[in-house]
């Protein structure tokens, strides 16, 4: 039901990044600080302050305190003690939280039913190494920038165990929408697309988080690339990172545009919308065509979570066309995420990759700044407004003027 991997509410997620977190750093850029022996009794202490600035005693924090689709309800903000880290751990002041479309399902208790609240929200962050355990300092230290996948995101300062951890160049939001969006998109149609220069490829919700990468890798390939969206502005930006032919579903009609102008149909399709939009697309498959299902964000919202498909008609479609039906979650391709990772780093260091974050600036309240501004940003996103994926400045007022 998500992208995101394989999540126990009230317990740790289990991260696409566990098992290959030795010497990832170098896949940013940088690398992690040799492995040494401990001398330095200072590192008992479990908080160690950066730059003479003071860790705050008490933070915000974002808690399921209901399990429900609706965010607003599932979830509340409240201020706890700032937690100390274990020995494996690490203490990471947030500065960038990534917004999923998986939150609400995470709010809702779909990946664990049996565990009730109250449990941490929040997936992915992006931040500065504040404190950590003793045999976690044989790889971090004081001032590291870090990304990882950890629940509990939703907050001030997260522990985040040091083996989900990343060492990255510097706190960009850019980082967030490679860990799990920009991999969803090159391990799918990598693995499971089998794409082949001059073939046509259909992304759903193409400006989106993991659509956007979905354009770039497929038009990388050579591939003729089809892309849905809303809005005129989502159009003209999906041409700039190389869309041949957005289809503004608000304006055309998509069953219609896409049977007038490509009447073989198309050989790929990256799809996350789910109901109607996924039988469009089924109906619309070539012989012999990929339809790779990454999510339903349309059926996130209602109660059971699963939008409704034409399901009947399936294998007999699927029969017709020699055609395939291929579902991805990334943490069953884990052996392919440090490919991934290196690639795209490289991609985006030489200015080949467009990362594109929305902190909603353009919205009436302004930009997604403070734990506050989650459950806005959540709903914007449902919303269907955000070009590119969608993240919260954390600003805690203690380290407003932090260097980060």
């Known amino acids: 039901m998500s992208r995101l991997g394989c999540v126990r509410p009230g317990g740790r997620l289990m991260s696409v990044i566990g098992g290959v ?32 600035s003071s860790i705050a005693s008490r933070m915000k924090k974002l808690l399921v305190t209901k399990l429900s689709p609706n965010f607003r309800e599932a979830v509340s903000l409240q201020t706890t003690a700032v937690p100390t880290p274990g020995d494996a751990d690490l203490l990471v002041r947030n500065r960038f939280v990534g917004i999923n479309a998986s939150d609400i399902n995470y709010s809702a208790g779909r990946y664990d039913p049996s565990v009730k609240p109250p449990f941490v929200a929040g997936f992915e962050g992006i931040g500065e ?40 160049p510097s706190v960009r939001p850019e980082f967030l929408t490679l ?53 005129n502005e989502k159009a003209g930006f999906l041409k700039t990172i190389g869309c041949d032919r957005p289809i503004v579903y608000t304006a055309e009609d998509l069953a219609e545009t ?25 109906n619309n498959l070539a012989n012999q065509g990929r339809l790779i299902v990454i999510g339903f964000i349309s059926g996130y919202q209602t109660a059971s979570g699963i939008p409704p498909i034409r399901g009947a008609t399936l ?3 699927l029969l017709q066309k020699s055609a395939s039906l291929r579902g991805f979650f990334l943490p069953h391709f884990i052996g392919d995420f440090r490919e991934a990772l290196g690639s795209m780093m490289q991609m985006f260091a030489k200015g080949e990759l467009v990362c594109e974050v929305d902190l909603g600036d353009s919205t009436e309240e302004g930009r997604f700044v403070g734990l506050e501004s989650v459950f806005r940003a959540v709903d914007y996103m449902y919303a269907g407004k955000n070009v590119g994926k969608v993240v919260v400045e954390v600003t805690p007022p203690s380290v407003r003027n932090s260097k980060l």
């Open 21 to 52: 977190h030795r010497g990832t750093g170098a896949l940013f850029g940088v690398d992690p600080p040799a492995r040494r022996s401990i001398i330095d009794t200072s590192y008992s202490a479990h908080f160690m302050d950066f730059n003479g």
């Open 258 to 282: 896409l049977r007038d102008e490509y009447p073989k149909g198309v050989d790929v399709v990256y799809e996350s919308v789910g109901g109607s939009v996924f039988d469009l697309a089924v």
């Open 179 to 231: 860990l799990v969006s920009g991999a969803t998109a090159y391990i799918a149609l990598k693995r499971l697309g089998d794409l082949a220069k001059g073939q046509t490829v259909l992304v759903t919700a193409a400006a989106g988080g993991t659509g956007q990468f979905a354009v770039q890798f497929a038009k990388r390939a050579g591939c003729h690339v089809v892309g849905t969206c809303s809005s």
């Open 129 to 168: 190494v504040v404190g950590l355990g003793l045999s976690a300092s044989s790889r971090f230290t004081v001032g590291d920038t870090v990304a990882y996948f950890s629940s509990g995101a939703f907050a001030e300062y997260t522990v985040v165990p040091a083996k989900e951890s990343l060492h990255v």
């Open 315 to 317: 294998p007999v479609k």
